[in-house]
């Protein structure tokens, strides 16, 4: 008897754990813990192995949902040229699921027009640059960096640029 109870307990034990892995907010890891607890086949007398089911159905429900809503955001972002959200909200799922192929191809396509377009625009501000027009060539780096991802190659460009003109 208690050999059992002691079973009992470190099953309770698990699941605690993993209840607070999950208040914490750290999902994955939460996930892993319920697993892990029901794997453990350890005497459930309370019924928590039903509830850890549960627990790991919601989040990774909850995972999924949000996945595709930042999908569908990022999607309608890139159509309406807004670059900078649509390449956010990629990043937002590859932070919930670096592997997610879906993401890794819309990002690359937002990139490759985004990159084109800007590359024109850097250009003219250089020729703009080249002759003179400084006031319109830093109205391209403004555009520009309006409209790349902070961590884009042409924002970084056109900071520099900027920078270097003192108009930053």
Known sequence: MLFRSAKVAR???LFREAEAIEKRGDNDSA?????KHLAANLPDPKGLREI???KVGIIEGNK???IKA???AAEQ???????????????K???????NQEAAELNSRINREKDQKLREIYEESILNEGLGQIDQ???????????DHPDGLYYKRARNKLKAIGGL
């Open 11 to 13: 099953g309770e034990a």
């Open 31 to 35: 996930v892993d813990a319920y697993r």
């Open 52 to 54: 850890s089911k549960k």
């Open 64 to 66: 999924a949902a949000s």
């Open 70 to 72: 930042y999908l569908a």
């Open 77 to 91: 972002a890139f159509v309406n040229k807004d670059y900078k959200s649509a390449i956010s909200n990629v990043n």
């Open 93 to 99: 799922v590859k932070g919930l699921d670096p592997y």
């Open 137 to 147: 060539a830093k109205a391209n780096w403004k555009k520009i960096m309006d409209t």
